[in-house]
């Protein structure tokens, strides 16, 4: 069984602070991953998705990914209180069913 | 803008009752998906569809059966609901299921809350 796995938190920040989420795969196959961040009641909302080894950035949000240590992270810079959510790691399972394999997902505490 | 839809956004049925739950996309897709999200899990996917071709993965309930007319609509329906099926549902679509890279990303839509009585 493949599997995404993440720390439950709650991580509390203070506001400003970089946030540092993290989470191992198991599927040394797994090419792709995706940070969703997800508020309360809502539905999950892609903010990164990576593929290739080291980091991307878009605006105050930065992806990691180390295929080796089968290790991927997302970390926000100047964090906002808006930035309060559960955020989902995910990565495709390279088998003939391709689906998407999620962790349970990090609760983010931005505290003011 | 494109954008995957779903309706209702909150749908309250009784114990026994079957329920539709539908799931429309302007992204022009392959894949569409259901997944079932209890409180504070994980998305879990009940089954997808990668054009007219159904996948179901080996732990759905046969209650759980879905359709899709069109490559745009996709139809969840529970056939007698029960209290353990409240819960979020999610509709999501990704381009292709076979191209596992970064532009192959998965979208949901906003989710329907059901609620069992």
């Known amino acids: 069984q493949k599997e995404v796995e993440q720390n439950s938190g709650p991580l509390s920040v203070p506001e400003g602070a970089i946030a540092s989420l993290n989470c191992t795969y198991s599927?040394?196959?797994?090419?792709?991953f995706f940070w969703y961040r997800q508020y309360s009641g809502k539905s999950p909302e892609l903010i990164m998705s990576?593929?290739?080894?080291g980091d991307k950035e878009d605006g105050r949000f930065t992806a990691q990914l180390n295929k080796a240590s089968q290790y991927v992270s997302l970390l926000i810079r100047d964090s906002q209180p808006s930035d309060s959510a559960t955020y989902l790691c995910?990565?495709?399972?390279?088998?003939?069913?391709?689906?998407?394999?999620f962790g349970s997902g990090t609760r983010l505490l931005v505290r003011p | 803008d494109a954008m995957v839809i779903q309706n209702p956004r909150y749908q309250v049925t009784q114990f026994g009752k079957p329920v539709t739950l539908s799931c429309s996309q302007t992204l022009n897709h392959n894949v569409m998906y259901w997944y079932q999200q209890k409180s504070s899990q994980a998305p879990k996917l009940l089954f997808h569809y990668y054009d007219k071709d159904f996948n179901n993965e080996a732990d759905t309930p046969d209650n759980f059966q879905s359709r899709r007319p069109n490559t745009s609509f996709c139809f969840l329906d529970i056939r007698s609901p029960g209290l353990g099926d409240a819960a979020m549902y999610l509709c999501?679509?990704?381009?292709?299921?076979?191209?596992?890279?970064?532009?192959?990303?998965?979208?949901f839509g906003p989710g329907t809350r059901l609620t069992v009585l």
């Open positions: 599927d040394r196959g797994s090419q792709s």
């Open positions: 995910a990565g495709w399972e390279r088998d003939s069913s391709y689906k998407l394999i």
């Open positions: 999501a679509t990704s381009r292709d299921r076979r191209d596992a890279s970064s532009y192959n990303e998965q979208f």
């Open positions: 990576i593929y290739s080894n």
